[in-house]
């Protein structure tokens, strides 16, 4: 059973265009949702999380889209760039501090010069 | 600066070794985690421990186990290894002080990863 489900599996974009990548999770006891980037030959690192008690967060760039009754977050990239090309995984955790994260099977973005 | 290292980039067996993957991590966290990740299948955890001596399993523990004798390093082990385990092996560890980090709580920190090839 896969409880965190991401989509598209690849996105191709050019520069300055706006990916989207959508995370659709079942579990409603989870109350953390972050996204993790990846780049080759490093560990993923954490990009930017919200919590269910708001709707949207954004960090420079960086915009997460949440809507609770749907079970759905989203991460948006505005005006992005050749180096936001990675591999971008979602996940979510319940609360606790030895809460453990389920991951997304993780997209590759390219984004063309 | 947090600091997660693996003892390994790269890692070659053969099929019945015994492999150990260490992991180190400077920023006395409590909690500590194993994951693997292969192509289409994302990140999936292994074991995780939340202290020193305890361990829980995750979603995929079937052939390895863990050893975290001190608070610092944890230790995967493939007792006889499998080619079904060439794999990406990623630690990681996390904080229980929901202050100290950004993403509170629940952010992890990840090593480089050890690539295992079993042949």
């Known amino acids: 059973q896969q409880q965190v489900k991401q989509s598209p599996q690849s996105l191709i974009v050019q520069k300055g265009g706006i990916p989207i990548i959508n995370c659709a999770y079942e579990?409603?006891?989870?109350?953390?949702f972050p996204w993790y980037q990846q780049f080759p030959g490093k560990g993923p690192a954490l990009l930017i999380a919200?919590?269910?008690?708001?709707s949207e967060k954004k960090e420079g760039r960086f915009t997460i889209s949440f809507n609770k009754s749907a079970k759905q977050f989203s991460l948006h990239i505005m005006d992005s760039q050749p180096g936001d090309s990675a591999t971008y995984f979602c996940?979510?955790?319940?609360?606790?501090?030895?809460?453990?994260?389920?991951f997304g099977k993780g997209i590759t973005l390219s984004v063309r010069p | 600066d947090v600091k997660v290292t693996q003892s390994s980039r790269y890692l070659v067996k053969r099929t019945g070794e015994k492999v150990f993957l260490e992991c180190v991590q400077d920023?006395?966290?409590?909690?500590m985690f194993w994951y693997r990740q292969d192509p289409g299948l994302g990140l999936r955890l292994i074991y995780f421990s939340y202290d020193v001596k305890m361990k829980e399993k995750g979603d995929i523990p079937e052939g390895y186990s863990v050893s975290r004798e001190k608070k610092e390093r944890f230790s995967l082990i493939l007792e006889s290894a499998s080619t079904n385990q060439t794999s990406m092996y990623l630690c990681?560890?996390?904080?229980?002080?929901?202050?100290?980090?950004?993403?509170?709580?629940?952010?992890?920190?990840f090593g480089p990863g050890t690539r295992l090839t079993v042949l």
């Open positions: 579990n409603t006891a989870f109350d953390y």
């Open positions: 919200i919590r269910p008690d708001v």
């Open positions: 990681a560890s996390s904080s229980i002080d929901r202050a100290a980090f950004r993403g509170g709580y629940n952010e992890q920190f």
């Open positions: 996940a979510a955790s319940r609360g606790g501090a030895n809460s453990k994260l389920t």
């Open positions: 920023m006395d966290h409590e909690n």
